[in-house]
């Protein structure tokens, strides 16, 4: 019998990818967002349903709907930036995360995901980052993943639900949104090689992030809701690349050189840009026999060369 799985946030990078491994597993695939799909964005045989799970009552009628046997938490406002603008957009993450597992006090035989993000580790003293680094946020985005991660424990404590929290480091697609500078920099190679650009204007090039692949991240956070026994993992490559590498990389897929056309503007810097966050994905490999096997440089020149078809 084939088993059912809900998706929140499904019309995300990460909810798509999700989606169609799952499909491709002979699950019964239900989605929710905010806001229908865009016609293109459907992925069939996908069941897609429209809500706020940060609202009371939703989620709790989706579960009594379909009775899911897994639920991947993936619902979230995504841009830090955002969050530090938009208590809202806070307080709404918080509330989805406290409504889900509350809902789920009464389904106990259901597996849960939440998607946790590096950015709980704040400025960490050390580096790589695993599980038993502290915790200590320096912005409000970090700060509800923490809020989720602390609420799966208490209730995997406390009602012994199997609620799983994954801690993803810095991942990317062609699917990612344009506000991330992954997505910044490809486009802008895209509209420098049409001539509607002469120049990409980035913050600080020697940031550095764990840059992985969306689509193996989708595959730890499946693997996770497998294990025996849940637990919170940290998923990241356990490399780093700096702003700088991606430009060099991103403009050579169309022979270019990324000095001639990148400005860095001091107006785009961000606080926070020295810290070191790259994972060490040791116990993922461990318990899940997970390990990230897309190359940094086959993924940038996917995302170069979507957006060159675009």
Known sequence: MSRTALITGITGQD?????????????????????????????????????DVSQPGVVEALIHEVAPDEIYHLASETTVARMWDDPGAVSGATAAVALLLNAVRRAPSVRVLLAASSEIFGVPDTAPQDEDTPIAPVNPYGATKAFGLWMGRAFRHADGIAVSSAILFNHESPRRPPTFVTRKITRGVADIVAGRATELRLGDLDARRDWGFAGDYADAMWRMLQAPEPEDLVIGTGVSHSVREFCELAFSVVGLDYRDFVVQDPTLMRPGEERKLVANPARARDRLGWSATTPFTSMVQAMVTADLER
Do not use: N
């Open 15 to 51: 909810g798509s990818y999700l989606a169609e491994l799952l499909r491709d597993k002979a699950y019964r695939v239900i989605g929710v967002a905010r806001h229908a799909p865009a016609a293109s964005a459907v992925i069939e045989p996908v069941e897609y349903r429209v809500g």
